[in-house]
């Protein structure tokens, strides 16, 4: 069963989600693809804290709104929406995959002054 703190805290993000596509100037289907894609990496991330779900959430959700234009541009997609699904479902995915990398570099050498040779 679901916590009420964090089934609250959604339906309180869905509310807001959905006053904002009515203001004038935003897409709302981009922003509703975009709480959908950052929804679903949420849900795929259980072991996740709740707050640090949240921030998940709202980072995925703004960064996929603010990627849809530039993936319409190179993907033949019609619907801002699906696009915006897709990018922020990947943006957060591919983010915490890339942070995972860097941490386990090793940037050493820098401090040695120079490469490391053979």
Not at 9 to 31: E, N, Y
Not at 83 to 95: G, L, N, V
Request: charged share 10%; hydrophobic share 55%; proline share 6%.
């Amino acid at each position: 069963m679901a916590e009420p703190t964090s089934t609250s805290s959604i339906a309180v993000l869905a509310t807001g989600i959905g006053l904002a596509a009515l203001l004038p100037g935003i897409d709302g289907d981009a922003l509703v693809g975009a709480f959908a894609g950052g929804t679903l990496f949420v849900v795929s991330a259980p072991s996740l804290g709740i707050w640090l779900r949240v921030i998940y959430l709202l980072v995925s959700v703004i960064a996929g709104y603010l990627a849809t234009p530039d993936l319409l541009r190179f993907v033949p997609l019609k619907s801002s929406g699906l696009a915006a699904f897709f990018a922020s479902a990947a943006i957060i995915t591919i983010t915490l995959a890339v942070i995972e990398k860097c941490k386990s570099l090793d940037f050493s050498w820098i401090r040695r002054g120079g490469p490391p040779r053979a």
